[in-house]
């Protein structure tokens, strides 16, 4: 459990507290409109906070009316209410993707019904499907999902598969449509004649970040020995926990603020003397000397633990830059 001290709520634990002052039944309300993914991580939040501080739930309470107050005169049933709700709790990647569902009334589609699904009970709906559709799945879903669903086919099918992924473009809505059919699911998102954005080398990059990494060493050698060009560009694309280093400060420090203290410890317990000190200088004098504390005092820890912990938090890495709030790589054009 994690106490919760004089510092700022973040977002997501602001989130939680807000459920959890609901009461179960107006929470569940709330919940089932999220995603699996939202759904694993407000639950998380909510099983972890502990000492959270009376004035610091009234605070949560008296922003959220704020909030609302914002929105409209009634606090209620206005569209802006609802986005600035969700991206303040979720952030922008992951509101973007349920504000259609709940604005525009959609349904969930087959395609999102995998997300709920084990990987492997996903690799077994589309282990016998063309590679092709094969592919379009694994580009659909979230790279940690799709890497944990490739860990269940043999290599030759897992190269075929992240070859066709680096080479999508576009799909057809008819091909998503053909595909639901598939799943035996009806397809219900917008149906317009523009072609839907999917795949391609980035996501085949993501996915390969989360992929094991003796799994991953042996797949981009296949990649390079079949296109090496290929295999250098994912390679270029591919974001791992030592080019943290080249995230300015104030990035560093917001990553900090969205990692639970555990995790942290087991990623800098594999972490090179650079990459830890580059951590205690974005904390506070106190907090950093407690963190080294706890790093002597954990012991030695399997390798697998902290290539999880450090591929978490790379993935909050990645949903803070993709959300605007960070830049990844530093240098780059200037934010202004």
């Known amino acids: 459990m994690s106490d919760i001290g004089q510092n700022d709520l973040s977002s997501l634990e602001k989130a939680a507290v807000l459920l959890m002052s609901l009461g179960e039944s107006d929470a569940a309300q709330i919940l089932k409109h999220m995603g699996p993914k939202e759904v694993q991580r407000i639950g998380q939040t909510m099983a972890q906070l502990s000492n959270v501080q009376r004035h610091q739930v009234e605070k949560v309470l008296d922003d959220f009316l704020v909030l609302v107050g914002d929105q409209t005169g009634l606090g209620l049933g206005a569209d802006g209410y609802i986005r600035n709700m969700l991206k303040e709790a979720l952030g922008d990647e992951k509101a973007s993707s349920l504000i259609d569902r709940i604005l525009l009334g959609g349904n969930t589609t087959g395609l999102d019904t995998l997300k709920w699904m084990e990987p492997r009970a996903v690799a077994d709906v589309i282990r016998y499907e063309h590679p092709q559709i094969q592919a379009i799945v694994i580009s659909y879903l979230d790279p940690d999902q799709a890497a944990d669903i490739l860990a269940n086919f043999d290599e030759r099918v897992r190269l075929d598969i992240v070859l066709r992924v680096a080479s999508l473009d576009t799909v057809q809505p008819a091909a998503l449509q053909e595909l639901n059919d598939i799943l035996e699911r009806q397809f219900s998102g917008n149906q317009s004649t523009q072609s839907t954005s999917i795949g391609g080398i980035r996501t085949a990059a993501n996915i390969m970040n989360f992929i094991d990494s003796s799994v991953e060493s042996e797949l981009m050698d296949s990649i390079r020995d079949v296109d090496e060009d290929l295999a250098n560009t994912i390679q270029d694309l591919m974001f791992v926990f030592d080019n943290l280093m080249d995230v300015d400060d104030r990035g560093i420090q917001v990553i900090l ?73 530093g240098g780059g054009e200037q934010m202004v």
Do not use: C, H, W, Y
């Open 257 to 329: 603020r969205e990692v639970e203290s555990e995790t942290l410890i087991l990623a800098l317990k594999g972490a090179d003397p650079d990459m830890q000190e580059k951590v205690f200088k974005n904390m506070s004098s106190r907090a950093a000397d407690m963190l080294k504390d706890d790093l002597e005092a954990k012991g030695p820890v399997r390798v697998s633990e902290v290539e999880v912990a450090q591929k978490e938090i790379l993935a909050v890495a990645r949903r803070l830059a993709d959300n605007g709030e960070i830049v990844l790589g």
